[in-house]
Protein backbone atom coordinates (compact mmCIF):
# COMPACT_ATOMS: atom_id res chain seq x y z
CA UNK A 1 0.00 0.00 0.00
CA UNK A 2 1.49 3.61 -0.73
CA UNK A 3 1.80 6.22 2.17
CA UNK A 4 0.08 9.28 1.15
CA UNK A 5 1.92 12.35 1.91
CA UNK A 6 -0.16 15.35 3.33
CA UNK A 7 -0.58 19.15 2.79
CA UNK A 8 0.87 19.19 6.43
CA UNK A 9 4.40 17.28 5.49
CA UNK A 10 4.90 19.53 2.85
CA UNK A 11 4.63 22.57 4.27
CA UNK A 12 6.72 21.10 6.85
CA UNK A 13 9.63 20.46 4.24
CA UNK A 14 8.94 23.83 2.61
CA UNK A 15 9.45 25.15 6.21
CA UNK A 16 12.54 23.21 7.94
CA UNK A 17 13.96 21.34 5.35
CA UNK A 18 13.98 23.22 2.22
CA UNK A 19 15.07 26.57 4.22
CA UNK A 20 18.46 24.65 6.01
CA UNK A 21 19.52 22.48 3.24
CA UNK A 22 18.61 24.17 -0.01
CA UNK A 23 17.91 28.08 0.34
CA UNK A 24 21.19 29.02 2.72
CA UNK A 25 21.38 33.20 2.38
CA UNK A 26 18.01 33.31 -0.18
CA UNK A 27 15.11 34.67 0.56
CA UNK A 28 12.40 32.09 1.16
CA UNK A 29 8.39 33.39 1.41
CA UNK A 30 6.36 32.45 4.91
CA UNK A 31 4.30 29.06 3.62
CA UNK A 32 1.48 31.30 5.41
CA UNK A 33 1.73 33.16 2.08
CA UNK A 34 1.06 30.45 -0.40
CA UNK A 35 -1.58 30.67 -3.04
CA UNK A 36 -4.81 29.01 -1.40
CA UNK A 37 -5.52 25.77 -2.97
CA UNK A 38 -3.07 25.30 -5.24
CA UNK A 39 -0.81 22.74 -3.02
CA UNK A 40 -4.05 20.67 -1.94
CA UNK A 41 -5.28 20.54 -5.63
CA UNK A 42 -1.80 19.17 -6.52
CA UNK A 43 -2.27 16.57 -3.65
CA UNK A 44 -5.87 16.00 -5.27
CA UNK A 45 -5.20 15.48 -8.39
CA UNK A 46 -1.84 13.28 -8.19
CA UNK A 47 -3.86 10.76 -5.39
CA UNK A 48 -7.25 11.10 -6.87
CA UNK A 49 -9.46 7.92 -7.28
CA UNK A 50 -12.88 7.31 -9.62
CA UNK A 51 -15.15 4.57 -7.92
CA UNK A 52 -12.12 3.45 -5.65
CA UNK A 53 -9.27 3.11 -8.36
CA UNK A 54 -6.44 5.22 -8.64
CA UNK A 55 -5.68 7.27 -11.91
CA UNK A 56 -1.83 7.08 -11.09
CA UNK A 57 -2.39 3.74 -10.03
CA UNK A 58 1.29 2.64 -8.94
CA UNK A 59 3.58 4.76 -6.89
CA UNK A 60 5.77 6.09 -9.62
CA UNK A 61 3.17 7.45 -11.85
CA UNK A 62 1.68 9.01 -8.40
CA UNK A 63 5.32 10.54 -7.89
CA UNK A 64 5.61 11.60 -11.24
CA UNK A 65 2.37 13.60 -11.70
CA UNK A 66 2.94 14.96 -8.09
CA UNK A 67 6.56 16.20 -8.97
CA UNK A 68 5.08 17.83 -12.74
CA UNK A 69 2.59 19.43 -10.51
CA UNK A 70 4.65 20.93 -7.42
CA UNK A 71 6.73 22.64 -10.62
CA UNK A 72 4.27 24.00 -12.92
CA UNK A 73 1.54 24.80 -10.47
CA UNK A 74 3.77 26.58 -8.10
CA UNK A 75 1.78 26.18 -4.90
CA UNK A 76 4.52 28.68 -2.87
CA UNK A 77 5.52 32.01 -3.43
CA UNK A 78 9.03 30.85 -4.60
CA UNK A 79 11.67 28.04 -4.53
CA UNK A 80 8.44 25.35 -6.12
CA UNK A 81 11.24 23.02 -7.41
CA UNK A 82 13.27 22.96 -4.69
CA UNK A 83 10.32 22.18 -2.85
CA UNK A 84 9.53 19.69 -5.02
CA UNK A 85 12.86 17.65 -5.16
CA UNK A 86 12.94 17.59 -1.39
CA UNK A 87 9.05 16.14 -1.38
CA UNK A 88 9.96 14.29 -3.73
CA UNK A 89 12.76 12.27 -1.81
CA UNK A 90 10.01 12.13 1.38
CA UNK A 91 7.18 10.02 -0.51
CA UNK A 92 9.66 7.87 -1.99
CA UNK A 93 11.71 7.57 1.18
CA UNK A 94 8.18 6.86 2.97
CA UNK A 95 7.28 4.71 0.64
CA UNK A 96 10.64 2.60 1.08
CA UNK A 97 12.35 3.90 -1.75
CA UNK A 98 15.08 5.91 -2.96
CA UNK A 99 16.67 8.32 -6.00
CA UNK A 100 19.58 7.03 -6.82
CA UNK A 101 21.01 9.67 -9.32
CA UNK A 102 23.81 12.81 -9.34
CA UNK A 103 21.96 15.78 -7.38
CA UNK A 104 23.11 18.22 -10.27
CA UNK A 105 20.86 16.26 -12.50
CA UNK A 106 18.44 15.94 -10.71
CA UNK A 107 18.27 19.76 -10.66
CA UNK A 108 18.91 20.00 -13.98
CA UNK A 109 15.92 17.69 -14.88
CA UNK A 110 13.40 19.32 -12.31
CA UNK A 111 14.68 22.88 -14.10
CA UNK A 112 13.46 21.33 -17.64
CA UNK A 113 10.20 20.13 -16.37
CA UNK A 114 9.55 23.57 -15.26
CA UNK A 115 10.50 25.01 -18.74
CA UNK A 116 7.99 22.56 -20.53
CA UNK A 117 4.98 23.96 -22.34
CA UNK A 118 2.01 22.96 -21.12
CA UNK A 119 0.73 21.55 -24.06
CA UNK A 120 3.35 18.72 -23.62
CA UNK A 121 1.71 17.89 -19.95
CA UNK A 122 1.04 14.54 -20.90
CA UNK A 123 4.71 14.12 -22.79
CA UNK A 124 6.69 15.31 -19.78
CA UNK A 125 4.31 13.09 -16.85
CA UNK A 126 5.76 10.49 -18.87
CA UNK A 127 9.42 11.11 -19.40
CA UNK A 128 9.08 12.11 -15.49
CA UNK A 129 7.52 8.82 -15.05
CA UNK A 130 10.57 7.28 -17.07
CA UNK A 131 13.48 9.13 -15.12
CA UNK A 132 11.81 7.84 -11.83
CA UNK A 133 11.86 4.56 -13.15
CA UNK A 134 15.58 4.58 -13.95
CA UNK A 135 16.89 6.02 -11.16
CA UNK A 136 14.16 4.67 -8.19
CA UNK A 137 16.07 1.88 -5.91
CA UNK A 138 14.34 -0.23 -2.91
CA UNK A 139 15.52 0.59 0.18
CA UNK A 140 16.79 -2.52 2.28
CA UNK A 141 15.26 -2.82 5.91
Wanted: hydrophobic share 45%.
Amino acid sequence: MIKNITVREIEYIAEKLAQEFFLINEYVADISSRPADVLEHCLSEAFQAIEKKFIYPDLLSRAGIFFYLMIKKSPFECCNKRIAVTTLLAFLFANNKWLMVDPRKLLRFSRWVGDSLPEFKEEVVMATEKFLRKHTVNLEG
